[in-house]
């Protein structure tokens, strides 16, 4: 079983920025398509990102668009997602997972059903 490990969240004021970071250890990373998805309260689970496994191709959910960018380093196992000009509605647990590839896309759907901790962003001034 892939664990991912999802840090960097936290308290941010709205147009703010935060760089939230998915690591694994004892496998490689490298081999995995990997998306971010986020939760907030009383809400569903909703796809945010996600980026192939050499990273060549990305795909972000519409109210991120511009906004957000996913990358990653495959040397160090890590997989970012940089967030600019944070509002109030991104307020959410956000979480890491392998996600399906389409060719040579990734579609913003996790393979499992299994979850790490998350990290929290809380985006209010």
């Known amino acids: 079983q892939l664990q991912l490990v999802e840090s960097g969240g936290g308290l941010v004021q709205p147009g703010g920025s935060l760089r939230l970071s998915c690591a694994a250890s004892?496998?490689?990373?490298?081999?995995?398509?990997i998306g971010w998805f986020r939760q907030a309260p009383g809400k569903e689970r909703e796809g945010v990102s996600c980026i192939t496994s050499s990273g060549d191709s990305t795909n972000y959910a519409d109210s991120v668009k511009g906004r957000f960018t996913i990358s990653r380093d495959n040397a160090k196992n890590t997989v970012y997602l940089q967030m600019n000009s944070l509002r109030p509605e991104d307020t959410a647990v956000y979480y890491c997972?392998?996600?399906?590839?389409?060719?040579?896309?990734?579609?913003?759907?996790?393979?499992?059903?299994?979850w790490g901790q998350g990290t929290q962003v809380t985006v209010s001034s």
């Open positions: 997972a392998p996600v399906h590839r389409l060719f040579r896309l990734c579609v913003i759907a996790p393979v499992s059903d299994y």
């Open positions: 004892g496998i490689t990373l490298g081999a995995y398509a």
